[in-house]
């Protein structure tokens, strides 16, 4: 097998209530059977360093897909899609529940590619990392779960400009599935003390979780092509994860 | 009046054009995520005409120091001795 083949392209399937939306596929070429991930932008939109991430689960042995979140604010080229998005504000451009369809409709679409092994996780960045704790409650044909510096996880007040938010911890007692976060001790939403409160919560109600914090990091660490990434901790960060998925989606030890 | 006022200011950010003039209608404003500038967060600017699709957009990134000297050179425009006189006789604009 040649090792790192694998095929990335644009394609479209069946999102909330039937819509066909785009996403960005990337899968490993190989005749294994591999899980799927559904990976979750942040704010900027499918920008070239989603892509990018969507391409490395790819390399390592995944089958991802990246719902473009955005979508039904187009036709048009993604950036300004998104700043259309943007503009209306997170519930008007990207409402729960349509995330929510979305995220089951790329979920049963990796599960129908022939080389499925039938796991599917989903990964969030920034509001996709609130989405992705959402979707642990709310998509229970999910297997695992990653979010990553998810905000407004809690009830957030509101701000000039933004409307003040209910937060999804009220959705916690629905949690049917393996969570992983990853949070920099410097964010400022979500702050440590409300890491801390999510974490009471999940452990109060049984919920199986573990939460990894970071020194010396803030918000967005991963992303390579922004003054917030670091090193360090982004690469310990990237083997969390793939430890976490390859436990739960893989049946590695 | 042909006032011949120009100001340069240095700035830092990114931009996404159109090929042509086109009609603004709304400006948004943010400071949030930059898409392309390379800041954690910047002062995004979209001059946009929702009427035309998402694509009739002129996008700005700028960092928060640039968009500052922006502000100020805007104001002193406006506030040139020239610019006060024919604003006060044209008061519609």
């Not at chain 1, 596929?25 to 932008?41: D, K």
């Not at chain 1, 809690?154 to 409307?163: K, V």
């Amino acid at each position: 097998m040649l090792k790192d083949a694998l095929l990335a392209e644009f394609v479209g399937f069946p999102g909330h209530r039937s819509d066909v939306i785009e996403g960005y596929l990337a899968r490993p070429v190989s005749e294994s059977s591999v899980p799927g991930m559904v990976l979750l932008h942040h704010a900027p939109g499918l920008d070239p360093w989603s892509r990018e991430v969507v391409r490395r689960f790819a390399t390592e042995g995944y089958a991802c897909v990246a719902p473009h979140l955005y979508h039904r604010r187009g036709p048009g080229h993604w950036a300004d899609v998104a700043a259309a998005g943007r503009a209306a504000g997170l519930a008007a451009s990207m409402p729960n529940e349509q995330v929510m369809g979305d995220i089951a409709g790329a979920a049963a679409y990796l599960r129908a590619q022939p080389s499925s092994n039938g796991k599917v996780g989903v990964i969030g960045f920034c509001s996709g990392g609130r989405q992705a704790f959402l979707a642990a409650c709310d998509v229970p044909t999910l297997d695992a779960a990653v979010d990553c510096w998810g905000g407004s996880v809690l009830p957030q007040p509101a701000a000039e400009g933004r409307p003040a938010s209910v937060g999804v911890i009220g959705r916690a007692p629905d949690m049917s599935m393996p969570l992983l976060g990853l949070f920099g001790n410097d964010d400022s939403n979500p702050d440590r003390a409300q890491v801390d409160e999510i974490g009471r919560v999940l452990t109060e109600l049984g919920k199986e979780h573990e939460f990894v914090r970071y020194d010396g990091a803030g918000h967005a660490f991963f992303v390579t092509d922004k003054p917030v990434y670091r090193l360090e901790q982004a690469l310990d960060g990237w083997q969390q994860v793939f430890r976490f998925l390859d436990r739960t989606l893989k049946g590695a030890e | 009046m042909c006032t011949w006022l120009s100001q340069r200011v240095e700035a830092h950010g990114a931009a996404r054009g159109v090929p042509d003039w086109m009609k603004i209608t709304a400006i948004n404003v943010m400071y949030d995520h930059p898409v392309s500038a390379p800041y954690d967060h910047a002062l995004l600017l979209d001059f946009i005409d929702p009427s035309q699709g998402v694509g009739a957009r002129v996008g700005i990134e700028l960092s928060a120091t640039s968009a500052r000297e922006l502000v100020r050179a805007i104001e002193a425009a406006l506030s040139s001795p020239e610019a006060t006189s024919d604003l006060q006789q044209q008061a519609h604009i």
